[in-house]
């Protein structure tokens, strides 16, 4: 198989032609190694491959799972695979290794994936581009002058670029849905407890973040979902289980929603007029499908939510450092540390337990406050992102000039609809809907209720059947890359 032919391909795609016989799980890795030969020189997005791993993990026959012998990559942001070094695009990270599997890399195997790399991230994944000191920037394939998000950037260009069908990916503040939103592709962040994080953690952030990935199609999504959710052994909470696969969910219609939209962010950053005009397209589109559009926003004290994810980001971020430190037998510093992670480490060492139950405190009254509002509307639609994506350079999380709370507004003006939903707990994906004057993609984020996957996905396989998107190709694959006509399998 050409890289030709399997860039063309979604992960389900893919995995038809492994159990149909048309293509081996060794032919897969190939071309996928061959992908980021060819491409990650340009946009940087691939740390490390696992050449030798991988063939020992085909060698050894793969689980007979929805994606047998799909390439995947792994974000390199936590620890996830024995003896896979992940250094959170740290400096001060770097040799940071695991002992064992976490139970979701056991069910990423168990699903089929040949794991054929790491994913660049930002340092500690503290960031809505990909831009480390010690990798550089990740750069997104539809126009390579500018970031391609984050802190899953690596992860969301390659598979934009065709490197992976498929990748890992993690959010604490839209670290999924937001590069997802500026690379083309679909990004769900799954409820609070529908995904394991286990055994070395009961939650990550709090309870602010998530595990899944990015993918290039709904289905994908569907069936990565119904393979990898439900609690670990010993899960302290856990969502609800559907009645029936978000696969399925492909058959049903959704019924005649109840949609709520919001063009302005809660925190009142300005939104680019592009991502606007995007979004009152989408508005229309739903309405096309016979969907009932009011615009609405949740009323919360927006402040006080930023103050608390500060807060608990500052707090996991310092103690996290204090573990390393400890565990690598090194010194935090300016010097090993990036200008925003040293502030926030700094903050977190002044924060008090008092600070961290008020924290909570807001959180549990901003959820209940959203909560009611999703009794009146079965989805809120907003921009996922309020700007295009911003040239390479612009959000450095290297700037001494900025202190904790300055930084991470920055931030959240940059990206400002996606953290809510981390406060919340509620699911929220991303669909390639909107496009700029320029070609750029320009993501729709759709938030349900609280454990409510499924009318997402039902939506979302109705917007893409009426809207689909899967045969935009970036700048970089239309350059390097020959059209060729078999997408399906």
Request: with cysteine; net charge negative; charged share 20%.
């Amino acid at each position: 198989m050409e890289f030709s032919e399997y860039s063309e391909f979604d992960a389900v795609g893919l995995a038809l032609l492994v159990k149909n016989r048309e293509v081996t799980p060794q032919e897969l890795k190939k071309v996928a190694l061959e992908g980021i030969d060819k491409l990650n020189p340009t946009i940087n997005a691939v740390v490390s491959t696992l050449s030798e791993q991988a063939d020992k993990e085909i060698q050894a026959g793969l689980p007979e799972g929805p994606f047998k012998g799909i390439p995947f990559l792994i974000k390199e942001s936590s620890a996830q695979a024995i003896g896979v070094p992940v250094n959170l695009g740290s400096r001060f990270g770097v040799g940071v290794t695991t002992s064992q599997d976490t139970n979701l890399m056991t069910r990423f195997r168990q699903a089929g994936f040949v794991t054929v790399g790491t994913s660049t991230t930002p340092e500690f994944a503290f960031n809505f581009t990909t831009e480390s000191v010690l990798y550089g920037p990740t750069r997104n394939p539809w126009d390579t002058n500018l970031s391609a998000g984050g802190s899953s950037g690596g992860a969301a260009a390659a598979v934009s670029a065709g490197i992976v069908p498929i990748a890992h990916a993690n959010d604490g503040a839209g670290s999924i849905r937001q590069p997802a939103a500026v690379n083309g592709l679909v990004g769900l962040k799954p409820t609070r407890g529908r995904i394991p994080h286990g055994p070395f953690r009961g939650e990550i952030l709090s309870g602010l973040s998530n595990e899944f990935a990015v993918t290039k199609s709904v289905r994908d999504s569907a069936v990565l979902l119904d393979e990898i959710a439900g609690a670990d052994i010993g899960a302290s909470s856990w969502a609800e289980s559907p009645k029936r696969t978000y696969l399925s969910e492909k058959e049903h219609k959704p019924k005649r929603l109840r949609i709520a939209w919001m063009g302005a962010p809660i925190n009142g950053a300005s939104v680019d007029k592009e991502c606007t005009d995007a979004l009152y397209r989408t508005v229309q589109l739903c309405q096309d499908l016979g969907h009932d559009l009011v615009e609405a926003t949740p009323q919360i004290n927006a402040e006080e939510q930023f103050q608390a994810t500060l807060r608990i980001w500052a707090a996991n971020i310092s103690r996290s450092i204090d573990r390393l430190q400890i565990g690598l037998n090194r010194t935090a510093s300016p010097e090993n540390l990036e200008a925003s992670n040293w502030a926030l480490y700094q903050y977190g060492q002044t924060l008090k337990a008092f600070d961290l139950l008020e924290a909570f405190e807001i959180n549990n009254r901003v959820a209940r406050t959203v909560g009611e509002f999703f009794t009146h509307y079965d989805v809120l639609l907003s921009p996922t992102i309020a700007q295009l994506p911003w040239e390479i350079g612009k959000l450095n999380a290297n700037d001494p000039n900025l202190d904790a709370k300055q930084w991470t507004e920055r931030m959240m003006a940059y990206a400002p609809f996606t953290n809510l939903f981390n406060t919340t707990g509620q699911p929220a994906i991303s669909l390639p809907l909107g496009w700029s004057s320029k070609g750029l993609p320009i993501g729709m984020q759709f938030a349900g209720r609280f454990a409510d996957e499924s009318t997402l996905f039902q939506l979302a396989f109705q917007l893409e059947e009426a809207q689909p998107w899967i045969d935009k190709k970036t700048r970089l694959l239309n350059a390097k890359v020959k059209h060729y006509s078999r997408r399906e399998g």
